[in-house]
C-alpha cells in the first residue's frame, strides 16, 4: 500500500519557521513527483508547492513565494516545505500528495495523499 505520512506542523508565532515533512513508502520514491496543498477551515484546498522526481523543476503559489522551499530526499524517501516568515493567513491544514509525473495545481490530478498536518500561526 501507498502511504504518505505529514509531520512538523504546530503552532507558531507570526514571523516564525517551521519544517514539514513527508515520509513515503509502498512507492518508488524517486520516480514520483511531490506536492504541498493547504487547505484551511471552510475554504477550498489550494495548491502550495511541487517538485519534480529529480528535484530539478519546482514549483511555488504566489502566495508563498519567497518564503517557502519545498525539496526532497530520495535516499530517504522523504519530501519536506521549510516555511519561513509564516504568517496567520497560512494557517491550515498541510497535506502531502505525489504522482507519476504531474506538477500540475489541481488536486484531483494528484494520486496519491497523507492525511495532513496542522499548521497554526498566531498574530
Known amino acids: 500500500q501507498v502511504q504518505l505520512v505529514e509531520s512538523g506542523g504546530g503552532l507558531v508565532q507570526s514571523g516564525g519557521s517551521l519544517r514539514l515533512s513527508c515520509a513515503a513508502s509502498?512507492?518508488?520514491?524517486?520516480?514520483?513527483?511531490v506536492a504541498w496543498f493547504r487547505q484551511a477551515p471552510g475554504k477550498e484546498r489550494e495548491f502550495v508547492a511541487a517538485i519534480s522526481w529529480s528535484g530539478g523543476s519546482t514549483r511555488y503559489a504566489d502566495s508563498v513565494k519567497g518564503r517557502f522551499a519545498i525539496s526532497r530526499d530520495n535516499a530517504r524517501n522523504t519530501g519536506y516545505l521549510q516555511m519561513f516568515s509564516l504568517k496567520p493567513e497560512d494557517t491550515a491544514v498541510y497535506y502531502c500528495?505525489?504522482?507519476?509525473?504531474?506538477?500540475?495545481?489541481?488536486?484531483?490530478?494528484?494520486?496519491?495523499w497523507g492525511q495532513g498536518t496542522q499548521v497554526t500561526v498566531s498574530s
Open positions: 509502498g512507492l518508488p520514491f524517486s520516480d514520483y513527483s
Open positions: 500528495a505525489a504522482d507519476r509525473a504531474y506538477l500540475g495545481e489541481l488536486p484531483t490530478s494528484w494520486d496519491y
